[in-house]
């Protein structure tokens, strides 16, 4: 099971920093071009387009956030029922 749930947090992962990487060219273009861009009176739409590439970045890194903090949720909950459970079981039998 946490094969599988890695795979998928690493996955949401790989899915974040490409749509960053995509807001970064966003950016580069745009302060790249500004003269063009300022020539055609465009800087409202530029803003909206690299405010739309952010907003993807930030639903995914919450995305991946969320899963990062069920698994490792599960995982030490996992870890301390088994000690638990070791430690009633030993003073069981003791």
Same mark, same amino acid.
């Given at each position: 099971m946490a094969i599988i749930y890695g795979r998928?947090?690493?996955? $949401?992962?790989k899915k974040v920093q490409?749509?960053?990487a995509g807001a970064t060219q966003v =950016?580069? &273009?745009r $302060? =790249?071009?500004?003269r063009t861009v300022r020539a055609f009176? +465009? &800087?409202?739409?530029?803003n909206n387009q690299y405010r739309s590439k952010i907003m &993807?970045?930030?639903h995914l890194a919450e995305k991946e956030a969320l899963a +990062?903090? $069920?698994f490792f949720g599960m995982?030490?909950? %996992?870890?301390? %029922? %088994? !000690? !638990? !459970? $070791? %430690?009633v079981h030993g003073g069981i039998k003791n």
């Open positions: 998928y947090v690493r996955n $949401i992962t490409d749509s960053l =950016a580069e &273009e $302060i =790249a071009n500004i009176s +465009q &800087e409202g739409f530029e &993807e970045v930030l +990062q903090g $069920i995982v030490l909950t %996992l870890r301390l %029922l %088994l !000690f !638990f !459970f $070791i %430690l």
